[in-house]
């Protein structure tokens, strides 16, 4: 098999091997991803050059075998150590007792799963001698070469770099079987004993069914901390954390821990297929501690809380190359001092920007590049009660999405609407980290909201993601350029129905949601005057448009016609807590309760003329109303609303 890339780990060997280098390197990397591959490689090249080579496998061998004497007799002798993580524990003595004896000129090459120990770093004696090469995939173009080396044809390469990525082993071992597949096409999927295979390859045995379990969460989750770990494993969380970091395929970042790609999506293949039930068990808890991180993040946090929910949604249209999208570019709020700098950026869309930047400087946020600090693209999150004719006037997208709640459902009191603006420059437009980004920052934006009814989603580039929003036919224009706007409203499918739709297709069966009903204030009052009318027949409240709102979507656990019944009921009993509404409780639950054939009668049985009766009637009735109306706008778990 041809060898192929690793240029940089070539230079390095070689510079050592005339001189000019280092005289021990360190080679470590995941299981598969080379190490024999080159280490053989670098065995040709010191024979080559005309240089003793001896090598030593750790699976077999002690380094203080025969094998490893010429080194320390001979200054051109070249010692490659193979499988060092087999031998780990002799690590102390190599460094302290074998390696000071070789002498000047000879190189020593260790390769192994695991990083060199940091005493190697805090020893100021091997500052210059030791030089440390972490192995990765292969790039683009060099898995390309090993895949024409392996006789893969065109249609498969596709999928196989999809699987594979530049994982040497996974490429070799994905292509020789899906080479022999006739029917392979592009749509090919490694097949499970290629996954097992490679499992045993990569991963091995592991020491317990709880550290399976918690490298399968590290494998479904973005990056994995030790609390998302506790949310599932609350008992073991610290230490299964520990045994995480140190795995040669685990890699820390400043967000958590990630795993080798391959290993990833061998693990999720894996339990997908082994343990289906299992699979979408640890999934729901993974998005319920998820959800709930992005609701309670500080703002700063709001976009990478967003990205890892998404994460998880990555085989349902989200997507699913996050690999440094959060470090290209970093979010600010907008200063004063960058007002020239939007505009620029706006180009022709300057004046609108100057317009909200004046208005609204708070809804803004600027983008640059980490590396540069160029900016790049300005977005605002515009939060409108009821636009003026100014702002109307000022900026088309507004116009456009205020005109269309009014037309479909219009804001109930305390509500508000919310349009999203971006302005970026031509390279960064449509699909690009940044606006990848920028629509995190969105969706955190519509799901941490407080009463608001819709949300308004400017998108230029059709393919951009569009998160299960809808779009408005009739596209506004500024300038010459067309921009798509998506909508959603927020009462119909609030934020936990959202996610759960976005959940829905790893579940089997029905749609687990539907929209809500949005009912005006007069509506609403006139669903309940009616639902009280019919309080004793489960089949008559089971008809009311109110076991579609909000009000009863959230009292989960029983049918809405029940839930319905009880709230009815339990709004009349609170009449009685304020002693200025008894008699209206006693007239509600007289006429209502135990469901009096008419009017007169009530008013006999509580000794009322029937004027009065009527007058206690309206009243007990308008403050159910209100009651219940507050809560459907504010939230179940809103304190009931009381007359002054």
Same mark, same amino acid.
């Given at each position: 098999m041809?060898?192929? /890339?690793?240029?940089e $780990?070539l230079?390095?060997?070689?510079? %050592?091997?005339? +001189? @000019?280098?280092?005289?021990? !390197?360190?080679?470590?990397?995941?299981?598969?991803?080379?190490k024999?591959?080159?280490?053989?490689?670098?065995a040709?090249?010191?024979?080559?050059?005309?240089?003793?080579?001896?090598?030593?496998?750790g699976?077999?061998?002690?380094?203080?075998?025969s094998?490893?004497g010429?080194?320390?007799?001979?200054?051109?002798?070249?010692?490659l150590?193979d499988?060092f993580?087999?031998?780990?524990?002799?690590?102390?003595?190599?460094?302290?007792?074998?390696?000071?004896?070789?002498?000047?000129?000879?190189?020593?090459?260790?390769a192994?799963?695991?990083?060199?120990d940091?005493?190697?770093?805090?020893?100021?004696?091997?500052?210059g001698?030791?030089?440390?090469?972490?192995?990765?995939?292969?790039?683009?173009?060099d898995?390309?070469?090993l895949m024409?080396?392996s /006789?893969?044809p065109? $249609?498969l390469?596709?999928?196989l770099? %999809?699987?594979? +990525? @530049?994982?040497?082993?996974? !490429?070799l071992?994905?292509?020789?079987?899906?080479?022999k597949?006739?029917?392979a096409?592009?749509r090919?999927?490694?097949?499970?004993?290629?996954?097992?295979?490679?499992?045993?390859?990569?991963?091995?045995?592991?020491?317990?069914?709880?550290?399976?379990?918690?490298?399968?969460?590290c494998?479904?989750?973005?990056?994995?901390?030790?609390?998302?770990?506790?949310?599932?494993?609350?008992e073991d969380a610290?230490?299964?954390?520990?045994?995480?970091?140190?795995?040669?395929?685990?890699?820390?970042?400043?967000?958590?821990?990630?795993?080798?790609?391959?290993?990833?999506?061998l693990?999720?293949?894996?339990?997908?297929?082994?343990?289906?039930?299992?699979?979408?068990?640890?999934?729901?808890?993974?998005?319920?501690?998820?959800?709930?991180?992005v609701?309670?993040?500080?703002?700063v946090d709001?976009p990478?809380?967003?990205? %890892?929910?998404?994460y998880?949604?990555?085989?349902?249209?989200?997507?699913?190359?996050?690999?440094?999208r959060?470090?290209?570019?970093q979010?600010?709020?907008?200063r004063?001092?960058?007002?020239?700098?939007?505009?620029?950026?706006?180009?022709?869309g300057?004046?609108?920007?100057?317009?909200?930047a004046?208005?609204?400087?708070?809804?803004?946020?600027?983008?640059?590049?980490?590396e540069?600090?160029?900016?790049?693209?300005?977005?605002?999150?515009?939060r409108?009660a009821?636009?003026?004719?100014?702002?109307?006037?000022a900026?088309?997208?507004?116009?456009?999405?205020?005109?269309?709640?009014?037309?479909?459902?219009?804001?109930?009191?305390?509500?508000?609407?919310?349009?999203?603006?971006?302005?970026?420059?031509?390279?960064y437009r449509?699909?690009?980290?940044?606006?990848?980004?920028?629509?995190?920052?969105?969706?955190?934006?519509?799901?941490?909201?407080?009463?608001?009814?819709?949300?308004?989603?400017?998108?230029?580039?059709?393919k951009?993601?569009?998160y299960?929003?809808?779009?408005?036919?009739?596209?506004?224009q500024?300038?010459?350029?067309?921009?798509?706007?998506?909508?959603?409203?927020?009462?119909a499918?609030?934020?936990?129905?959202?996610?759960?739709?976005?959940?829905?297709?790893?579940?089997?069966?029905?749609?687990a949601?539907?929209?809500?009903?949005?009912?005006?204030?007069a509506?609403?009052?006139?669903?309940?005057?009616k639902?009280l009318r019919?309080?004793?027949?489960l089949d008559g409240?089971?008809?009311?448009p109110?076991?579609r709102?909000?009000?009863i979507?959230?009292?989960?656990?029983?049918?809405?016609?029940?839930?319905l019944?009880?709230?009815?009921?339990q709004?009349?009993?609170g009449?009685?807590?304020d002693?200025?509404?008894?008699?209206?409780h006693?007239?509600?639950?007289?006429?209502?309760?135990?469901?009096?054939?008419?009017?007169?009668?009530a008013?006999?049985?509580?000794g009322?003329?029937f004027?009065t009766?009527?007058?206690?009637?309206?009243?007990?009735?308008?403050?159910?109303c209100?009651?219940?109306?507050?809560r459907?706008?504010?939230g179940?778990?809103?304190?009931?609303?009381?007359?002054t």
């Open positions: 041809a060898f192929v /890339g690793r240029e $780990e230079a390095v060997f070689n510079a %050592a091997l005339y +001189g @000019g280098g280092c005289s021990v !390197l360190y080679v470590h990397g995941p299981g598969g991803i080379g024999s591959a080159l280490l053989r490689r670098f040709h090249e010191a024979e080559v050059a005309g240089r003793p080579v001896s090598m030593v496998d699976r077999m061998l002690d380094p203080a075998a094998e490893a010429p080194v320390l007799r001979d200054a051109d002798a070249v010692l150590v499988d993580e087999r031998i780990q524990g002799l690590e102390g003595w190599l460094r302290e007792r074998f390696l000071p004896r070789v002498p000047m000129g000879a190189l020593v090459v260790i192994g799963r695991n990083p060199p940091m005493r190697w770093q805090a020893d100021p004696g091997w500052a001698a030791l030089e440390v090469l972490p192995l990765r995939d292969l790039r683009a173009g898995a390309q070469a024409d080396s /006789g893969v065109a $249609e390469r596709e999928p770099l %999809a699987f594979a +990525g @530049g994982h040497p082993l996974a !490429l071992l994905g292509a020789a079987v899906a080479v597949d006739g029917e096409g592009r090919w999927m490694p097949h499970q004993d290629v996954v097992a295979t490679l499992l045993d390859q990569l991963v091995g045995e592991l020491p317990s069914a709880a550290h399976r379990h918690a490298l399968e969460i494998a479904h989750a973005y990056t994995t901390t030790e609390d998302l770990l506790r949310a599932a494993l609350p610290g230490r299964l954390f520990r045994w995480l970091r140190r795995l040669p395929f685990v890699e820390s970042s400043r967000r958590g821990l990630v795993p080798n790609d391959v290993v990833r999506e693990l999720e293949a894996d339990l997908r297929w082994r343990d289906p039930e299992g699979y979408a068990a640890m999934h729901d808890r993974i998005h319920a501690q998820l959800a709930e991180r609701r309670t993040a500080n703002d709001v990478g809380a967003v990205a %890892a929910l998404l998880l949604h990555r085989d349902n249209g989200a997507p699913a190359d996050f690999r440094g959060h470090d290209e570019f979010e600010e709020v907008l004063e001092e960058d007002f020239g700098t939007l505009l620029r950026v706006a180009a022709e300057a004046g609108c920007a100057a317009f909200w004046e208005r609204q400087p708070e809804a803004f946020r600027l983008y640059r590049r980490t540069t600090g160029e900016p790049v693209a300005f977005s605002a999150w515009l409108l009821e636009p003026d004719e100014e702002e109307l006037a900026d088309p997208i507004v116009a456009r999405a205020w005109a269309h709640a009014r037309a479909t459902t219009p804001l109930r009191a305390g509500e508000h609407l919310a349009v999203s603006r971006l302005w970026a420059l031509p390279p449509g699909n690009s980290p940044v606006v990848d980004l920028i629509q995190w920052r969105v969706i955190g934006n519509c799901l941490r909201s407080e009463r608001m009814a819709w949300s308004y989603v400017e998108i230029r580039h059709p951009q993601r569009q299960g929003m809808r779009d408005i036919s009739e596209q506004p500024l300038g010459d350029d067309a921009y798509g706007l998506f909508v959603h409203d927020w009462r499918v609030p934020p936990q129905a959202w996610l759960e739709r976005m959940n829905r297709p790893l579940h089997a069966g029905p749609a949601t539907s929209e809500l009903a949005v009912l005006s204030q509506e609403f009052a006139e669903a309940v005057r639902a019919q309080l004793s027949r409240l089971a008809a009311s109110l076991t709102t909000r009000l979507a959230e009292r989960a656990g029983r049918s809405p016609a029940t839930a019944g009880d709230l009815l009921r709004a009349i009993d009449l009685r807590e002693p200025r509404s008894v008699k209206f006693r007239a509600l639950s007289v006429t209502f309760l135990p469901g009096t054939p008419t009017q007169e009668l008013a006999e049985r509580l009322l003329p004027t009766y009527r007058r206690h009637l309206t009243a007990g009735i308008e403050r159910v209100a009651d219940l109306w507050h459907e706008l504010y179940i778990g809103a304190p009931a609303y009381r007359s």
